[in-house]
């Protein structure tokens, strides 16, 4: 189901798959953004154990609390297997970064009733609006 991205940003707790210590990364920008829009974020990337000095987990099932939105930004295949292991856990919102959406990711939230964002990027969508 497509997701309302104003009802996404109002949710406080978020895992970011794919969040990198790399700062030219996606992942690193992301989590950081939200951290310092002050989200309860956390860092899920097996390849990885902690994101200046925050844990990072191996996978959303080794996170200490379930968070009420998964960020992805890892390739198509890793993110359909995150997919189904957010909904394994019964998570109801995935936010898919441009360029981590498959058919097959989106069918499969779809079947399981999660609401999804996906064709927008979270660095603009949560940057308060200058004015």
């Not at 309302?4 to 978020?14: E, H, I």
């Not at 009420?68 to 390739?75: A, L, M, Q, R």
């Not at 079947?111 to 927008?120: E, L, P, R, S, T």
């Not at 660095?123 to 200058?130: G, V």
Request: glycine share 8%; proline share 8%; charged share 25%.
């Amino acid at each position: 189901m497509k997701g309302d991205l104003a009802d996404f940003l109002q949710k406080k707790r978020w895992a970011v798959v794919g969040a990198s210590r790399d700062p030219q990364k996606y992942g690193h920008r992301i989590y950081f953004q939200l951290k310092e829009l002050g989200y309860e974020v956390y860092a899920v990337n097996p390849n990885c154990q902690k994101i200046d000095g925050d844990p990072c987990y191996p996978s959303l099932s080794a996170l200490p609390v379930l968070p009420e939105v998964v960020n992805i930004v890892v390739p198509p295949q890793v993110a359909e297997r995150v997919v189904e292991e957010a909904i394994r856990l019964g998570i109801k919102r995935i936010w898919l970064q441009p360029g981590t959406e498959s058919s097959a990711a989106l069918e499969a939230a779809e079947k399981a009733g999660i609401w999804v964002v996906y064709g927008q990027c979270v660095l603009l969508a949560s940057k308060p609006e200058e004015g």
